[in-house]
């Protein structure tokens, strides 16, 4: 089991920035891919960014890519979402989530244990 408890999210205007946190507890932090996914009302979970276990590769969705960066910290067993660019469309809750499996994937349930997630709201 890892913790996750996800924080930054707040309302933001269209082109501002977030940056989201997600801090981890449990199992070996360092040894597991990690993602980030949002929910907005009425929608699906829908995949935003992976990384690696060690930060070396990331893979982002298509309509996040140039926008959002994914980041790692395993000394401070965090992962980081920085958002630039936002749209309206992004207003969403974001959470956190942690991959047992190998490899990184956009499919939700290949992630073990999630976040209670952070509302982020674009609106002017």
């Known amino acids: 089991q890892v913790q996750l408890v996800e924080s930054g999210g707040g309302l933001v205007q269209p082109g501002g920035s977030l940056r989201l946190s997600c801090a981890a507890s449990?199992?070996?932090?360092?040894?597991?891919?990690m993602a980030w996914f949002r929910q907005a009302p009425g929608k699906e979970r829908e995949f935003v960014a992976a990384?690696?276990?060690?930060?070396?590769?990331?893979y982002y969705s298509d309509s996040v890519k140039g926008r959002f960066t994914i980041s790692r910290d395993n000394a401070k067993n965090t992962v980081s979402l920085q958002m630039n660019s936002l749209k309206p469309e992004d207003t969403a809750v974001y959470y956190c989530?942690?991959?047992?499996?190998?490899?990184?994937?956009?499919?939700?349930?290949?992630?073990?244990?999630w976040g209670q997630g952070t509302q982020v709201t674009v609106s002017s």
């Open positions: 989530a942690v991959r047992f499996a190998s490899g990184l994937s956009p499919q939700a349930n290949g992630y073990a244990n």
């Open positions: 990384i690696s276990w060690g930060g070396h590769s990331a």
């Open positions: 449990g199992r070996t932090f360092g040894s597991y891919a």
